[in-house]
T-cell receptor, first 112, second 113 residues
Framework: SQKIEQNSEALNIQEGKTATLTCNYT??????LQWYRQDPGRGPVFLLL?????KEKRKERLKVTFDTTLKQSLFHITASQPADSATYLC???????????FGTGTSLTVIP | DAGVIQSPRHEVTEMGQEVTLRCKPI?????LFWYRQTMMRGLELLIY????????DSGMPEDRFSAKMPNASFSTLKIQPSEPRDSAVYFC???????????FGQGTRLTVV
């Protein structure tokens, strides 16, 4: 069955640095991959989508890469700010309909 | 649009009681999902509706769980009887026909004691 792994450890970085989060998957080939942000007590909020034929996608300080050979996506936040502190989830489509598999998330803390 | 609206935000109930969680999707969105989130298992898809029809309920853990979508503007997730291991945050999410992103509600935190 499919498996999605994100950084199991919480990530702490200094303000201004680039945060890099990892999403690895096995046993299938998604057509697209999404990244969501979740704050405590709130539902996940969509950030970016990247398709299998795209290598990289950017949105303001966010950058996502998608390597279908390595079965890996990297999510970068440049010039990180304390307000970026949250849990970040990757989600992969299930190849059937609109359903997704979600990773367990990586908790990011940006230290002022 | 106010987004996906879930109620209640918090629910505390005793083991064995029936629990009903409610969701009002974003108007015009034709896909609706119920998820459960726990620290151990993350976000798990329970059931998926498209145009009010249940498409995939393979994630529903047991017969104690049931979900309905009687119309395009309302869905319920019912647990009967509830057990302590059902304690989790339950999210409803919706998706438009042309969009691939999901819009989540604020969630219902369920505690079964």
């Amino acid at each position: 069955s499919q498996k999605i792994e994100q950084n199991s450890e919480a990530l702490n970085i200094q303000e201004g640095k680039t945060a890099t989060l990892t999403c690895n998957y096995t046993n299938y080939s998604p057509a697209y991959l999404q990244w969501y942000r979740q704050d405590p007590g709130r539902g996940p909020v969509f950030l970016l989508l990247i398709r299998e034929n795209e290598k990289e996608k950017r949105k303001e300080r966010l950058k996502v890469t998608f390597d279908t050979t390595l079965k890996q996506s990297l999510f970068h936040i440049t010039a990180s700010q304390p307000a970026d502190s949250a849990t970040y989830l990757c989600a992969l489509d299930r190849n059937t309909g609109n359903q997704f598999y979600f990773g367990t998330g990586t908790s990011l803390t940006v230290i002022p | 649009d106010a987004g996906v609206i879930q109620s209640p935000r918090h629910e505390v109930t005793e083991m064995g009681q029936e629990v009903t969680l409610r969701c009002k999707p974003i108007s015009g969105h034709n896909s609706l999902f119920w998820y459960r989130q726990t620290m151990m298992r993350g976000l798990e898809l329970l059931i998926y509706f498209n145009n009010n029809v249940p498409i995939d309920d393979s994630g529903m853990p047991e017969d104690r769980f049931s979900a309905k979508m009687p119309n395009a503007s309302f869905s319920t997730l019912k647990i009967q009887p509830s057990e302590p291991r059902d304690s989790a945050v339950y999210f409803c999410a919706t998706q438009g026909e042309m969009n691939t992103e999901a819009f989540f509600g604020q969630g219902t935190r369920l505690t079964v004691v």
